[in-house]
C-alpha cells in the first residue's frame, strides 16, 4: 500500500482543524502541552532515556511483587495484549523504537482528551454546568487544532527515522530512500512517498513549540482555576470560565 504524504498531511490537518473549532481553544491547548512535551524528549534523548528506565524500574518492581504461581498466566496475557514475547520476563520498554513513541503519544492523546472533558464539565458524566465554545473560541480552536495536527504528523515521521530517539539507531523493520519511508512487517507492507527531507522539528523551530507548550500551560490554569480565600479564612480552588467559552446546562435524561 502507498501512502502520499502531502495528501496525508492535507487529511490530517484539515481534520483536526475541524474537531479544534468543535472543541474550543482550551481543550486543544492541552494536547498542544502534552505534543510539546514529546518534542522536548525528541530534543533530549537523554532525558527521554532516563524517564523510561525509571518507567522499566517500576514494572519490575510489580512484576516482583506478583507470586511466582501467577507470573506463567500474568506473562502469557501480556503477550497476547500487546503482541510482544516477554519469554517470561517482566514487559520492559524499549526507547530506542519507534513504535514505543508512537503508542506514548497515543496514550498522550487520550489523556489529554479526558482532561479536557473532566475540567470542561461539572463531572465526566458531562451533567450539570459544561463549557461550550464561542465563535472566538472555535476559531481560536481550529488554529490551535490545525497545528496539533501538523505536530502529530512531524512527531510520527520523527519517530519512524528513528534520529532522535534514545540511541540514535534506525530501527531495522523501517527502510528509508529519498524522499520514502517504508514500513514493512510479516503482515503488512506500507510505502509513504513525497515525504520531506526536513520536518518542524529541525533548527530553532522546536523549541518555539516547548515554550508555547509552557506558555500555554500557565494561560490554561489563569483561565481556568484560582485560589480565593473562603468565609473560614481557608484557601480553595475556585473555577473559572475559560475565555472563548460559554456556559450551558445540561440536563439529566
Not at 520492559?92 to 496514550?107: H, M, R
Not at 524522499?179 to 520536518?199: E, L
Request: hydrophobic fraction near 55%; include cysteine; charge should be positive.
Amino acid at each position: 500500500m502507498e501512502i502520499n504524504w502531502t495528501l496525508l498531511s492535507y487529511v490530517v490537518i484539515i481534520i483536526f482543524a475541524l474537531v479544534g473549532f468543535h472543541r474550543g481553544w482550551w481543550r486543544e491547548a492541552i494536547i498542544f502541552v502534552f505534543l510539546a512535551f514529546l518534542i522536548f524528549l525528541l530534543l533530549n534523548p537523554s532525558i527521554a532515556q532516563w524517564i523510561i528506565e525509571q518507567i522499566n524500574g517500576v514494572l519490575s518492581f510489580i512484576w516482583d511483587l506478583i507470586p511466582a504461581a501467577f507470573k506463567p498466566t500474568v506473562s502469557t496475557g501480556i503477550d497476547a495484549a500487546f503482541s510482544v514475547d516477554t519469554g517470561g520476563a517482566p514487559l520492559q520498554i524499549n526507547p530506542s523504537s519507534g513504535a514505543t513513541w508512537i503508542v506514548i503519544l497515543i496514550i498522550f492523546m487520550v489523556v489529554a482528551i479526558l482532561i479536557g472533558r473532566a475540567f470542561l464539565a461539572a463531572n465526566m458524566a458531562r451533567t450539570g454546568t459544561r463549557f461550550a465554545p464561542t465563535c472566538l473560541g472555535s476559531i481560536l480552536g481550529g488554529l490551535l487544532g490545525a497545528v496539533n495536527g501538523l505536530i502529530i504528523l512531524n512527531l510520527v515521521r520523527e519517530y519512524l527515522d528513528g534520529r532522535n530517539l534514545p540511541g540514535g539507531v534506525l530501527p531495522s523493520e523501517i527502510a528509508q530512500t529519498s524522499g520514502n519511508v517504508g514500513i514493512s512487517a510479516s503482515s503488512f507492507a506500507v510505502r509513504i512517498s513525497d515525504v520531506p527531507q526536513f520536518t518542524v522539528l529541525d533548527s530553532f523551530t522546536p523549541w518555539i513549540f516547548v515554550g508555547g507548550g509552557g506558555l500555554l500551560l500557565l494561560v490554561l490554569l489563569r483561565n481556568r482555576v484560582r485560589l480565593v480565600k473562603s468565609d473560614k479564612g481557608f484557601r480553595k480552588i475556585d473555577r473559572l470560565r475559560p475565555y472563548g467559552y460559554r456556559e450551558i446546562d445540561v440536563k439529566v435524561k
